[in-house]
Every structure is written in structure tokens, then in C-alpha cells.
Antibody
Framework: EPQTAESGGGLVPPGGSLRLSCTSSGFTFSDFWMSWARQAPGKGLEWVANIKPDGTNIHYIDSVKGRFTISRDNAKNSLYLQMNSLRAEDTALYYC??????????WGQGTLVTVSS | QSALTQPASMSGSPGQSITISCTGTSSDIGGHNYVSWYQQHPGKAPKLLIYEVTTRHSGVSSRFSGSKSFNTASLTISGLQAEDEADYYCSSYRSTTTSFVFGTGTTVTVL
């Protein structure tokens, strides 16, 4: 069964940085696009970014362009999200998910990022 | 980036059917068949129900079905059960921004 698990969240002041990680198992990681999505407390889902299997094609939501960087290490079955210049509005539970036929499956339980002074 | 529009809440009695709408534009829902639906129980991760408008994901009950007409996609839950009480989100690829967008979410209550 395909699975993902996120880590790296925490409390960070505005303007700070954080690096999220996502480890995957149960499927051939290097065959799939992977995405990050987030959910602010009590709010809806928001897609953040995705990355092609070989890392050569990447897309972001406008609000994180220039601040967030998605990357992957296929040898480690791992996905990453480097988040810089964090803002209060980036506070959310961050999920990684496998891209599946223009949808997303194998969501992890999420890692909470809180941006506050 | 503007979210797709869903009703905030819907309800039904056990055994009834409900249909959740998801309205977008010609740049997303109306432009292709890359629409998916998710179920999220409180405190849990989202679960993929439907992809490419109508295809049920592996292990998903046949009580869930999807459709689309022009710029509006729909998720129908037939034979409503207590376990169906959850939040539901639609999603679509948006070609103009090469990104994905989720709906505003619908809370389903089983009376």
C-alpha cells in the first residue's frame, strides 16, 4: 500500500525558514509526480506545488513563488519543501501526496507549520 | 488564485442521495476532464474518491459517482450512510496557471 509521511514542521517567526520532508513507501517513488498541499486551521485545502519524477518540471501556486522550493531525492524516496520568508498566512498543516491521474492520492497525516512571533 | 465554488453545507437522511456541485470556469473544469473529488473526516487526511471526472479510485464505494456539465462538476452520494458525514472537496487542473485548484469545501451532515 502506498504511503507518505511528512515531518519538519514547527513554530517559526515571520520571515523565518523551515524545510519540510516527506518519505514515501509502497510504490516506485521515481515514477510519480509528487505534490505539496496545505490546509490552514479550520479552512479548506490549497495546492502548493508539484514536481516531475526527474525533477525537471516544477509548478507553484502564485503566493509561494520565489519563497518556496520543492525538490526530491529519488534515491531516498523523499520529497522536500524549503520555505523561506515565511508569513503568518503560511500557517497550515502541510501534506505531501502522490499525483494520480491529475488528482492526488496517498496523503500523509501532515506536518503543522505555525508562523508567529 | 480563486477557489472553485461549492455549497458550504448539505444534509440528507440515511438512504437518500445528495449531489454536491463544484463550479469553475472554462480555464479549469470546463476546459478538460481533470476533475477529482476528496473526502476528509475531522482530523484525518483527505482521501481520493474520484479522478478524471468519473473514475472511482481503488476501493471506493460505488455509492460515490462523479459527472460534469460545462463548467460545473458534481459528486453524487447515493444511499447516504452515517460514515459519509465528512467534508468533501473538488479539485481541478487550471491550464492558464499550470496549477491545481481546490473547491471551497462542502460539509455533509447525515441527519
Amino acid at each position: 500500500e502506498p504511503q507518505t509521511a511528512e515531518s519538519g514542521g514547527g513554530l517559526v517567526p515571520p520571515g523565518g525558514s523551515l524545510r519540510l520532508s516527506c518519505t514515501s513507501s509502497g510504490f516506485t517513488f521515481s515514477d510519480f509526480w509528487m505534490s505539496w498541499a496545505r490546509q490552514a486551521p479550520g479552512k479548506g485545502l490549497e495546492w502548493v506545488a508539484n514536481i516531475k519524477p526527474d525533477g525537471t518540471n516544477i509548478h507553484y501556486i502564485d503566493s509561494v513563488k520565489g519563497r518556496f522550493t520543492i525538490s526530491r531525492d529519488n534515491a531516498k524516496n523523499s520529497l522536500y519543501l524549503q520555505m523561506n520568508s515565511l508569513r503568518a498566512e503560511d500557517t497550515a498543516l502541510y501534506y505531501c501526496a502522490r499525483d494520480w491521474q491529475w488528482g492526488f492520492d496517498s496523503w500523509g497525516q501532515g506536518t503543522l507549520v505555525t508562523v508567529s512571533s | 488564485q480563486s477557489a472553485l465554488t461549492q455549497p458550504a453545507s448539505m444534509s440528507g437522511s440515511p438512504g437518500q442521495s445528495i449531489t454536491i456541485s463544484c463550479t469553475g470556469t472554462s480555464s479549469d473544469i470546463g476546459g478538460h476532464n481533470y476533475v477529482s473529488w476528496y473526502q476528509q473526516h475531522p482530523g484525518k487526511a483527505p482521501k481520493l474518491l474520484i479522478y478524471e471526472v468519473t473514475t472511482r479510485h481503488s476501493g471506493v464505494s460505488s455509492r460515490f459517482s462523479g459527472s460534469k456539465s460545462f463548467n460545473t462538476a458534481s459528486l453524487t452520494i447515493s444511499g447516504l450512510q452515517a460514515e459519509d458525514e465528512a467534508d468533501y472537496y473538488c479539485s481541478s487542473y487550471r491550464s492558464t496557471t499550470t496549477s491545481f485548484v481546490f473547491g471551497t469545501g462542502t460539509t455533509v451532515t447525515v441527519l
